[in-house]
C-alpha cells in the first residue's frame, strides 16, 4: 500500500510539473499584450530614449527604417552613438523593433511570432499613423502618440481577406 502512495504522489508531482511548465510555455509564446494603460507608463517611463530615437529617425533622409534587436532579423546603421545606446536601453527594456515607414515611427513593444504587435507609435506629420494590420489605435496624453496594436489574423477578419 505504501508504494502505491508513494507512486501516485509521483505521479501527481509529475504532472503538476507538466502542468506548470506547459503554463509557462504558453504564457511565453502567447504573451499578453500591455493595456494601453501600461503602455503609456512605459513609454513615460523610457520617454528620453523614445524621444531622442524619434528625433534621429525624422531626421534621416530615408523614408524607410527597420531597427531590432538582433542584426539577422533587420538593422539600421546608427551613426550617432548617443541614439545607439538609447535604442540598446529600450531593447533592454522590453522594445523588440523600431520602425519607420512614411508617416510613421513606432516602437514595438509586445509580439506573438508575426501575427500580432503592440507598442507606441508617433505621427511624424500628425495625420493618423499608417502601419500595416493596424486594428487598434488610440491616442496617448503626450500629442501625435499612439498606442497601436497590429494583430494581422484580426486585420484579414475585418477587411475580409482570406
Do not use: C
Request: net charge positive.
Amino acid at each position: 500500500m505504501r508504494v502505491f502512495v508513494k507512486v501516485t504522489l509521483i505521479v501527481l508531482a509529475v504532472i503538476v510539473v507538466i502542468l506548470v511548465a506547459g503554463v509557462i510555455f504558453l504564457r511565453i509564446l502567447f504573451p499578453t499584450p500591455l493595456s494601453k494603460e501600461a503602455t503609456e507608463k512605459d513609454f513615460v517611463k523610457n520617454q528620453d530614449s523614445i524621444l531622442l530615437v524619434t528625433d534621429y529617425l525624422i531626421r534621416l533622409k530615408d523614408t524607410s527604417v527597420y531597427i531590432t534587436d538582433t542584426a539577422s532579423k533587420g538593422y539600421a546603421v546608427i551613426e550617432d552613438a548617443q541614439v545607439a545606446n538609447a535604442i540598446k536601453k529600450l531593447f533592454s527594456n522590453g522594445y523588440s523593433a523600431i520602425f519607420k515607414s512614411g508617416n510613421t515611427i513606432h516602437f514595438q513593444r509586445s509580439t506573438r511570432f508575426r501575427d500580432f504587435g503592440s507598442g507606441v507609435a508617433y505621427s511624424i506629420d500628425g495625420s493618423k499613423p499608417q502601419l500595416q494590420f493596424l486594428t487598434k489605435l488610440e491616442p496617448l496624453s503626450k500629442l501625435n502618440w499612439y498606442y497601436y496594436e497590429e494583430d494581422f489574423n484580426e486585420y484579414k477578419k475585418l477587411n475580409n481577406r482570406s
